[in-house]
């Protein structure tokens, strides 16, 4: 089992940047792929980004690409989402999800464990 904590989320205006972080606590971090889905008041949950064992592999939705960079420190048991030039249409819960599978998982229920969320508010 892996217990996930996130943390970085804020109030950002329009064109702005936010970090996101998911510290892993548990079993071995190296061995769950990772991955990021968003919920915005009235909506389902949604897929952002997903990353790889070693962080080789990443994978994003299309709404986020060019923008939303994922990334993971093994040895910090960590990942992240770098979040650039946001909108109002990335507000939003922003939550970590770890999966043991050996492929990406887009819907929230190839997904074993969940962090708590974090809010994101992009102000225009």
């Known amino acids: 089992q892996v217990q996930l904590v996130e943390s970085g989320g804020g109030l950002v205006q329009v064109g702005g940047f936010l970090r996101l972080s998911c510290a892993a606590s548990?079993?071995?971090?190296?061995?769950?792929?990772m991955a990021w889905f968003r919920q915005a008041p009235g909506k389902e949950r949604e897929f952002v980004a997903a990353?790889?064992?070693?962080?080789?592999?990443?994978y994003y939705a299309d709404p986020v690409k060019g923008r939303f960079t994922i990334s993971r420190d093994n040895a910090k048991n960590t990942v992240y989402l770098q979040m650039n030039s946001l909108k109002p249409e990335d507000t939003a819960v922003y939550y970590c999800?770890?999966?043991?599978?050996?492929?990406?998982?887009?819907?929230?229920?190839?997904?074993?464990?969940w962090g708590q969320g974090t809010q994101v508010t992009v102000s225009s």
């Open positions: 999800a770890a999966r043991v599978g050996v492929k990406f998982g887009l819907s929230p229920i190839d997904y074993d464990y």
């Open positions: 548990g079993r071995t971090f190296s061995a769950y792929r």
């Open positions: 990353i790889s064992w070693s962080g080789g592999s990443t």
